[in-house]
């Protein structure tokens, strides 16, 4: 059952924005306005969506929760269609990062609620939730460990304050746990204690570098703490300490089965996934030697709503990202924002009316060449290729998985063959991006401040025409061989470039 709070209508659309986390447990919807920066909320509901039950043994989502998830996000959709595009974000976590049929499933969830989604990373989930952990307490405590037991994945994250320094996605969840060790919904003292040990064993890779970095303040967050905290809260007041955790997982037992489980404790679909994460809980607690543990509402969506308010204020930790990376892997960065102005202005040709897609595609563009020659750092040959592949798996804070991709796959066409057998990431033509960014690289081979040539750039489905002074290309015959090579690379790949001296 959907559970929402009632709208307040007075607002207008253009400041007011939505965050979706598609979770492996339940679909939860936040929508806020932004007030100079600062959120206030206005609508919350949840679905209960189990989307990890619905792996199946194949490795996709069945097509029972297929049905029941689109069914949902139709209801959801409602909510959010009348905001602009840009003021929304929809992100899947574990279920969807795991299952085979995620993009045939995406397809059809993006057109329902007219907007895109992405597929973020554990560790991108992590900062994100403890970024909304951090705006939601009060705490003089400036070391800060953050506990969020989803449906499909644990994340543990270590912080000074509003910085997360530390970021773990364990790869087991309250509904993963209990079909492991309380199939057909049957609860005993053994079954709880093999559990509980699972899970020690789960943290051994992690306890000890969680364990080095310490903490003042243990916090606890999403539906499954939450709901551990009111199950406590049926026998004491003390809230969730290593006491009361032991007791609860005793009283639990004592159901005999999840069917059973007192109604006041939890939702009956919460039920079904509660003993699984009472007994995670407490392997946390003994692997972590903790006491206690607070509780705060802030969860992934508020980490969202942040930072979707943030880069309305210019405030992008993408941007950052980008940035940390150039004096970690040696990157020159005179040479690459040479490159990056001389792409951005070839693409304000192609695109002098600005909408939001343009606006999202330039911003890639410009990231793509400030990082072309991130694989230089590894070696000189082939680095478009290190280079493609660095950007796949670094942890990029503010990246979604798609966006990494998408700017892999830009770094390793900007030279070279074009490889035309690897799919452009999520579906999404980025060729455009891909020829400009390669004549850009091209006109600043030179790697030196000299104005490249004056050029126009057009384009009319998959043929480019550029014109560029006859005099400046006779002065420079090496870039007049190099552009008729880009040429027939990119004929190979079924994309004509005529070139047009004036």
Same mark, same amino acid.
């Given at each position: 059952?959907?559970?929402?709070?009632?709208?307040?209508?007075?607002? /207008?659309?253009?400041?007011?924005?939505?965050?979706?986390?598609?979770?492996?447990?339940?679909?939860?919807?936040?929508?806020?306005?932004?007030? #100079?920066?600062?959120?206030?909320?206005? @609508?919350?509901?949840?679905?209960?969506? =189990?989307?990890?039950?619905?792996?199946?043994?194949?490795?996709?989502?069945?097509?029972?929760?297929?049905?029941?998830?689109? $069914?949902?996000?139709?209801?959801?959709? &409602?909510?959010?269609?009348?905001?602009?595009?840009?003021?929304?974000?929809?992100?899947?976590? #574990?279920?969807?990062?795991?299952?085979?049929?995620?993009?045939?499933?995406?397809?059809?969830?993006?057109?329902?609620?007219?907007? !895109?989604?992405?597929?973020?990373?554990?560790?991108?989930?992590?900062?994100?939730?403890?970024?909304?952990?951090?705006?939601?307490?009060?705490?003089?405590?400036?070391?800060?460990?953050?506990?969020?037991?989803?449906?499909?994945?644990?994340?543990?994250?270590?912080?000074?304050?509003?910085?997360?320094?530390?970021?773990?996605?364990?790869?087991?969840?309250?509904?993963?746990?209990?079909?492991?060790?309380?199939?057909?919904?049957?609860?005993?003292?053994?079954?709880?204690?093999?559990?509980?040990?699972?899970?020690?064993?789960?943290?051994?890779?992690?306890?000890?570098?969680?364990?080095n970095h310490g903490w003042e303040l243990a916090v606890g967050t999403s539906g499954t703490i939450l709901a551990v905290q009111n199950a406590i809260a049926q026998f004491s007041s003390d809230g969730i300490t290593k006491p009361t955790l032991k007791e609860l997982g005793r009283r639990l037992?004592?159901?005999?089965?999840?069917?059973?489980?007192?109604?006041?404790?939890?939702?009956?679909? =919460?039920? &079904?996934?509660?003993?699984?994460?009472?007994?995670?809980?407490?392997?946390?607690?003994?692997?972590? +030697?903790?006491?206690?543990?607070?509780?705060?509402? %802030?969860?992934? =969506?508020?980490?969202?709503?942040?930072?979707?308010?943030?880069?309305?204020?210019?405030?992008?930790?993408?941007?950052?990202?980008?940035?940390?990376?150039?004096?970690?892997?040696?990157?020159?960065?005179?040479?690459?924002?040479?490159?990056?102005?001389? $792409?951005?202005?070839?693409? @304000?040709?192609?695109?002098? +009316?600005?909408?939001?897609?343009?606006?999202?595609?330039?911003?890639?563009?410009?990231?793509?060449?400030?990082?072309?020659?991130? %694989?230089?750092?590894?070696?000189?040959?082939?680095?478009?290729?290190?280079?493609?592949?660095?950007?796949?798996?670094? @942890?990029?804070?503010?990246?979604?998985?798609?966006?990494?991709?998408?700017?892999?796959?830009?770094?390793? /066409?900007?030279?070279?063959?074009?490889?035309?057998?690897?799919?452009?990431?999520?579906?999404?033509?980025?060729?455009?991006?891909?020829?400009?960014?390669?004549?850009?690289?091209?006109?600043?081979? #030179?790697?030196?401040?000299?104005?490249?040539?004056? !050029?126009?750039?057009?384009?009319?489905?998959?043929?480019?025409?550029?014109?560029?002074?006859?005099?400046?290309? !006779?002065?420079?015959?090496? /870039?007049?061989?190099?552009?008729?090579?880009?040429? !027939?690379?990119?004929?190979?790949? %079924?994309?004509?470039?005529?070139?047009?001296?004036?």
């Amino acid at each position: 059952m959907g559970e929402t709070d009632q709208p307040d209508t007075s607002n /207008t659309v253009s400041d007011t924005y939505a965050a979706l986390d598609l979770g492996s447990n339940s679909f939860h919807l936040l929508v806020a306005r932004d007030r #100079n920066g600062s959120i206030q909320v206005l @609508d919350r509901h949840r679905e209960m969506t =189990r989307l990890a039950a619905g792996l199946e043994s194949s490795g996709s989502l069945s097509q029972e929760c297929i049905d029941l998830a689109l $069914a949902s996000l139709r209801r959801i959709s &409602q909510r959010i269609r009348s905001l602009p595009q840009h003021n929304v974000r929809v992100v899947g976590t #574990n279920a969807l990062r795991k299952a085979a049929n995620r993009d045939a499933f995406i397809s059809q969830a993006e057109a329902i609620l007219g907007c !895109n989604i992405d597929v973020i990373s554990g560790r991108e989930e992590g900062r994100l939730i403890y970024a909304a952990v951090a705006q939601s307490i009060e705490s003089r405590a400036d070391l800060r460990l953050v506990i969020d037991i989803g449906g499909g994945s644990t994340e543990l994250i270590a912080g000074h304050r509003f910085e997360p320094h530390l970021s773990e996605s364990i790869q087991i969840g309250c509904i993963s746990m209990t079909e492991r060790w309380f199939k057909e919904g049957k609860l005993s003292t053994s079954r709880m204690a093999n559990a509980v040990q699972d899970m020690q064993l789960e943290l051994e890779v992690v306890e000890h570098s969680f364990r080095n970095h310490g903490w003042e303040l243990a916090v606890g967050t999403s539906g499954t703490i939450l709901a551990v905290q009111n199950a406590i809260a049926q026998f004491s007041s003390d809230g969730i300490t290593k006491p009361t955790l032991k007791e609860l997982g005793r009283r639990l037992v004592c159901f005999g089965h999840i069917d059973n489980i007192d109604p006041s404790w939890c939702s009956q679909r =919460r039920a &079904q996934s509660l003993p699984g994460g009472v007994a995670m809980l407490q392997g946390i607690f003994k692997t972590l +030697k903790l006491d206690t543990l607070e509780i705060s509402s %802030g969860a992934l =969506r508020e980490g969202l709503l942040h930072e979707l308010v943030g880069r309305a204020h210019d405030v992008d930790i993408r941007e950052r990202s980008v940035r940390a990376l150039t004096p970690r892997f040696h990157i020159d960065q005179h040479h690459a924002t040479l490159v990056a102005q001389t $792409a951005l202005a070839m693409f @304000d040709q192609l695109f002098p +009316k600005m909408n939001d897609e343009c606006e999202d595609e330039r911003q890639l563009l410009q990231w793509a060449a400030m990082l072309h020659e991130i %694989g230089m750092g590894i070696s000189h040959s082939a680095y478009h290729k290190h280079g493609a592949y660095l950007l796949e798996y670094l @942890d990029m804070p503010g990246f979604t998985l798609t966006e990494q991709s998408q700017l892999a796959w830009l770094v390793r /066409t900007h030279r070279r063959r074009l490889q035309t057998e690897e799919p452009m990431p999520h579906g999404k033509s980025l060729m455009h991006l891909c020829v400009i960014l390669r004549l850009a690289v091209t006109f600043r081979r #030179n790697r030196s401040d000299a104005r490249p040539a004056d !050029n126009k750039l057009r384009k009319k489905g998959d043929r480019y025409l550029i014109e560029i002074d006859r005099d400046w290309l !006779n002065a420079h015959p090496l /870039t007049r061989m190099d552009l008729e090579q880009e040429s !027939n690379a990119l004929s190979e790949a %079924g994309v004509e470039l005529d070139v047009k001296e004036i």
